[in-house]
């Protein structure tokens, strides 16, 4: 599996953008897909994740501001990001839990695939 997160800029607090994580390899409904995020010194910080049959769940710490999705056919993840506050500055990264395709999992560690991650950053 491989993965490609864009869509990582610079805005303003209270501005909204829309993070794409392309996939390829595995069929896409074969497995747990998340989004996490990281800041220098801190440790990586799940976000959400989707299963493969398209359940969903997200953070209690961004749940109403954040929202994941998919488009099958595009073989695209999306994390909708609104509200967005300097905290939220980060690397957000997308990574795939191949080992299942639900129970899908927070933890950092079971997902064996990664993006290269695309940067947020928020200004106040």
């Known amino acids: 599996v491989q993965l490609t997160e864009t869509g990582g800029a610079s805005v303003e607090t209270g501005g909204s953008l829309r993070l794409s994580c392309v996939a390829s390899?595995?069929?896409?409904?074969?497995?747990?897909m998340g989004w996490f995020r990281q800041t220098p010194g801190r440790a990586r910080e799940w976000l959400s994740f989707i299963e493969g049959g398209g359940n969903t769940r997200i953070a209690e710490s961004v749940r109403g501001r954040f929202s994941v999705s998919r488009d099958s056919a595009k073989n695209t993840l999306y994390l909708d990001l609104r509200r967005l506050q300097p905290a939220d500055t980060a690397m957000y990264y997308c990574?795939?839990?191949?080992?299942?395709?639900?129970?899908?999992?927070?933890?950092?560690?079971?997902?064996?695939?990664w993006g290269p991650g695309t940067q947020v950053t928020v200004s106040s």
């Open positions: 990574a795939a839990d191949v080992g299942r395709a639900y129970g899908c999992r927070t933890n950092q560690f079971n997902y064996k695939y």
């Open positions: 390899g595995q069929p896409w409904n074969s497995y747990c």
